[in-house]
């Protein structure tokens, strides 16, 4: 809105709150799709929104500044079936159709598998998908896995040969579900060309959240836009004491 359009405004509040959602709405975000969960992990208690499978892994922190929820170590957790071991979910949110943005910063050493993960269409420990960002790709690694019931299996039809996690970076991560067509897009900080796609409507609304198989890593200044949401309690995994 430029200044003219401001002085034409008949309700001046209006108006600054029209350009307040405007600036905070990110480039790309669908029509009817609203913010419904936002975390900048300003507190500390921001960290009881999650359940995780394994709450002493996880703590809040401050690296330069910025504030996140940091996976600091090993989760003391085995999957029933071959799967990542660090999770945490937004607790009591189920999303359909979203774009789930946040910055990540992964943590250890450089190897062909380091990797963050990005969970959605979260159902059970034994159904889910995740997304593994990791240095190199192979056939467990760097991909868009489906877990139902089964070891993980790569579902994505597009991906690159790996991502460039460097040491003490921040990195721009979305994430982007269709149920309609099964589309899901992942985006790693070049928001505008996708990393790696896939199709799939094995499931339905899930729990959203992040971790690593087997590494660790940081994340912060989460947002996840959708045209709704749904409560529904989470009946799995634990939240911090």
């Known amino acids: 809105m430029d200044l003219r ?3 034409l405004c008949a309700a001046p509040l209006l108006c600054l709150a029209s350009l307040v959602s405007g600036a905070e709405r990110s480039a790309g975000i669908p029509p009817g799709y609203q913010l419904q969960y936002e975390e900048k992990f300003e507190r500390q208690s921001a960290l009881h929104d999650f359940v995780m499978t394994d709450p002493a892994a996880w703590r809040w922190t401050r690296t330069n500044g910025i504030t996140a929820l940091e996976l600091f170590r090993q989760s003391q957790y085995q ?9 945490a979910l937004i607790a009591e949110k189920s999303f359909a159709d979203f774009v789930l943005e946040a910055d990540l910063m992964q943590t250890s050493q450089e190897y062909g598998h380091r990797d963050m993960c990005l969970f959605f269409g979260f159902q059970s420990p034994t159904n889910f998908y995740y997304t593994h960002l990791a240095s ?31 040491h003490g970076q ?9 149920l309609a067509d099964g589309s899901i897009k992942v985006y790693f900080d070049d928001l505008t060309k996708p ?37 529904k309690r989470t009946e799995f995994f634990r939240r911090l004491n």
């Open 170 to 178: 921040w990195h721009k991560i979305r994430l982007e579900r269709q």
């Open 5 to 7: 359009s401001a002085r």
């Open 79 to 87: 999957p029933a079936v071959r799967s990542p071991v660090n999770i």
């Open 136 to 166: 190199a790709a192979d056939d467990h690694a760097h991909n868009i896995f489906i877990v139902n019931g089964a070891p993980r299996i790569r579902i994505a039809t597009e991906t690159t040969q790996g991502v460039n996690w460097g």
């Open 195 to 231: 990393i790696m796609v896939a199709k799939d409507k094995t499931f339905g609304a899930g729990y959203v959240g992040f971790g690593s198989f087997d590494d660790t890593g940081m994340a912060a200044n989460i947002r996840v836009w959708a045209p709704a949401v749904q409560t």
